[in-house]
C-alpha cells in the first residue's frame, strides 16, 4: 500500500489499493482469531475479574459487546473446526463463510455419518471459496444438504426437530431490544398462529386503511402477545422476584402532586427514566405504565442511589433486591452484564462475620464473580457516595486502584 493521498491516485490505482486494504484487513481478522484461540488454550484471564474474553475485550476498547461475542464465538468454532480454520487463515473464505460452514459441521442433521460430514465440509468450503458465492448461496446448500439427510435417527423430521432451535434477544441503542431466532415447525406454526389474530390490518375507519406494514402489525401483535401473559400472571419467579418492570424516575419526573415532590425532596429531575431490563424510556412511557401496574416505591438520595431497605436476617428481601437493581443495574462487577434476576446478593462483611443483611452491605453479583469475591483477593467497597468501588489483587494491579462498579445512568 502506498502512502499517496487519494485524489493523486489514478482509478487504477484507488481499486488496487482498495484490494490491498480488503487483504490486509483479512490478515488483521485471521491474527486477531490466531490471538484469541491462544488466549482460551492459555486461560489467560486468571485473576483478572473477566469470566469471558469478550467481557474483556469489550471493557479493555471501544467495540461492542456483540462484535466481541461474534470474535470470541468464531474463535471457538476454529478450535472444533481446524479445516474450516485453515480455510478461514489462508483467505479462501472470509469469516462470515467460514461461521457458516463451521456452525454446519458442528450441528449437522443427527443421522449424518462422520464420512458424510467430512464430504459435506469439502463441498461447501469449495462453494464458499468462489467468488461469485455469497452467504445467501451457502445457506441454500446447507438447506439441500438437510433436506437430503431428512429425519433424526429417532424419526424426528429435521423441521420439527427442536433440539436446533435458538433464540437471541439482545439491547441495541436507545434501550430498543434485538430479536431473532430459529423454531422448530411446530412452535413456529404456533407462534403465527398467535400472533395471526392479533397481528391483521385493523378494520377500515371512515375509509382510512391501516397504513401499518406488516412487520409493524407482527411486531405490535407480539407486544400484546407478551402483555396477555404479563396480565395472566404465568411468569415464574426469578432471582426471589416475579417478572415485572421497575421503573426509576423521580416524583418530580412523573407527578405534578405536591405530595409526592414533598415525598422526595431532596431527588433531582431526571427527564428519563430507567426499565431494569432493556434501559431508558421516555417519561411518557413510564407514566403510561404505571397507570396499570404494581409500584414499587424506592426512594433516592442526593447521589441517585436508593435509600436503605436494610434488615437484620440473612437474606436480601424483595425491595431490597429491587433497589439492589436500581443501584447496580445487575452483577456490579466492571464489565459484567448479567441481568438483576440472575444475581446473587452478597453481603460485603460477610453474614457469618456479622455483617448486617443491608443495603449498604449489599451488592449483585453473577455467580461467578460471586465465587470471585469469595475465593480470591478481589475485594469491593461502598464509597461515601454509596457506590461500589472495586479492588484488584496486586497480581493483576500492584497499586489495586479501585475500579468503578457497574450503575445504571439513575446511579450516574
Request: hydrophobic share 40%; with cysteine; charged share 25%.
Amino acid at each position: 500500500m502506498g502512502n499517496r493521498e487519494a485524489w493523486q491516485l489514478d482509478g487504477e490505482g484507488l481499486k488496487a489499493e482498495v484490494l490491498d486494504l480488503v487483504r490486509a484487513r483479512h490478515d488483521m481478522q485471521s491474527r486477531m482469531v490466531h490471538l484469541v484461540v491462544e488466549m482460551f488454550t492459555r486461560d489467560a484471564l486468571p485473576d483478572t475479574g473477566f469470566r469471558a474474553i469478550a467481557q474483556w475485550l469489550h471493557r479493555s476498547t471501544n467495540l461492542e459487546i456483540g462484535e466481541c461475542s461474534q470474535l470470541v464465538s468464531l474463535a471457538r468454532l476454529f478450535m472444533l473446526e481446524p479445516v474450516v480454520a485453515q480455510s478461514f487463515h489462508d483467505g479462501d473464505i472470509d469469516m462470515q463463510k467460514a461461521r457458516q460452514v463451521a456452525q454446519f459441521c458442528q450441528r449437522p442433521p443427527k443421522n449424518m455419518h462422520i464420512a458424510d460430514i467430512e464430504k459435506a465440509r469439502e463441498i461447501l468450503l469449495d462453494l464458499a471459496s468462489k467468488k461469485v458465492s455469497d452467504c445467501e448461496a451457502v445457506r441454500a446448500a446447507i438447506r439441500r444438504i438437510e433436506k437430503k439427510y431428512g429425519n433424526r435417527d429417532d424419526g424426528v423430521p429435521i423441521g420439527e426437530d427442536s433440539e436446533r432451535n435458538e433464540f437471541y434477544a439482545s439491547k441495541g441503542l436507545y434501550g430498543r431490544v434485538s430479536v431473532k431466532g430459529d423454531l422448530d415447525a411446530v412452535n413456529g406454526a404456533r407462534l403465527i398462529a398467535l400472533l395471526s389474530g392479533l397481528s391483521k390490518p385493523t378494520p377500515e375507519i371512515d375509509g382510512v386503511k391501516d397504513l401499518r406494514t406488516p412487520a409493524l402489525r407482527r411486531a405490535d401483535g407480539f407486544c400484546e402477545l407478551l402483555r396477555r401473559f404479563e396480565m395472566a400472571g404465568l411468569g415464574p419467579v426469578e432471582g426471589g422476584v416475579k417478572p415485572h418492570l421497575t421503573i426509576t424516575a423521580t416524583a418530580k419526573d412523573l407527578t405534578d402532586l405536591q405530595a409526592l415532590k414533598d415525598l422526595l425532596p431532596s431527588t433531582e429531575e431526571l427527564g428519563y427514566a430507567i426499565t431494569n431490563w432493556a434501559g431508558p424510556i421516555s417519561l411518557d412511557s413510564a407514566r403510561m405504565l404505571a397507570c396499570d401496574c404494581m409500584v414499587t416505591r424506592i426512594l433516592l438520595d442526593k447521589n441517585g442511589v436508593p435509600l436503605n431497605h436494610g434488615l437484620d436476617e440473612r437474606t436480601a428481601t424483595v425491595p431490597q433486591r429491587r433497589a439492589l437493581a436500581v443501584r447496580d443495574g445487575g452483577c456490579a462487577f466492571p464489565g459484567c452484564g448479567t441481568p438483576p434476576g440472575w444475581c446473587d446478593a452478597h453481603h460485603i462483611v460477610h453474614w457469618i462475620d456479622s455483617g448486617p443483611t443491608d443495603f449498604d452491605n449489599l451488592i449483585l453479583l453473577c455467580g461467578h464473580h460471586h465465587r470471585l469475591l469469595h475465593h480470591t483477593e478481589w475485594s469491593v467497597e461502598i464509597g461515601d457516595d454509596r457506590k461500589t468501588r472495586f479492588y484488584p489483587p496486586m497480581s493483576v494491579d500492584p497499586y489495586q486502584v479501585p475500579i468503578s462498579g457497574n450503575s445504571p445512568p439513575t446511579a450516574a
